[in-house]
């Protein structure tokens, strides 16, 4: 299994950013899919889940409201929306099937 996040960046508070995350090497569409992200020297956080067909998503209360996670099973691929993003969303985003975790992508929110 090959995760690879994309789409990171720098971005000033308040502003909008759309992670990417293509698997490969694996059944994309028989897993719910998951964005996790850590910022150094602390513990990996949970973020967003989204169910196989995408029926379903869940979120941490620290990002519900303003970010939104999607997949499109048809290109392997996971998105997540985020909007409204604070100095404290500066992190490694991850993206992760089971317990497999990709490659992240730097984001980082500062005026």
């Known amino acids: 299994v090959q995760l690879q996040a994309s789409g990171g960046g720098l971005v000033q508070p308040g502003g909008s950013l759309r992670l990417s995350c293509v698997a490969s090497g694996t059944t994309f569409s028989d897993s719910a899919m998951t964005w996790a992200r850590q910022v150094p020297g602390k513990g990996q956080e949970w973020v967003a889940t989204?169910?196989?067909?995408?029926?379903?998503?869940i979120y941490s209360d620290s990002v519900k409201g303003r970010f939104t996670i999607s997949r499109d099973n048809t290109k392997n691929t996971m998105y997540l929306e985020m909007k409204d993003l604070k100095p404290e969303d500066t992190a490694v985003y991850y993206c992760?099937?089971?317990?497999?975790r990709g490659q992240g992508t730097q984001v980082t929110v500062s005026a």
């Open positions: 989204i169910y196989s067909d995408g029926s379903k998503t």
């Open positions: 992760l099937k089971g317990t497999t």
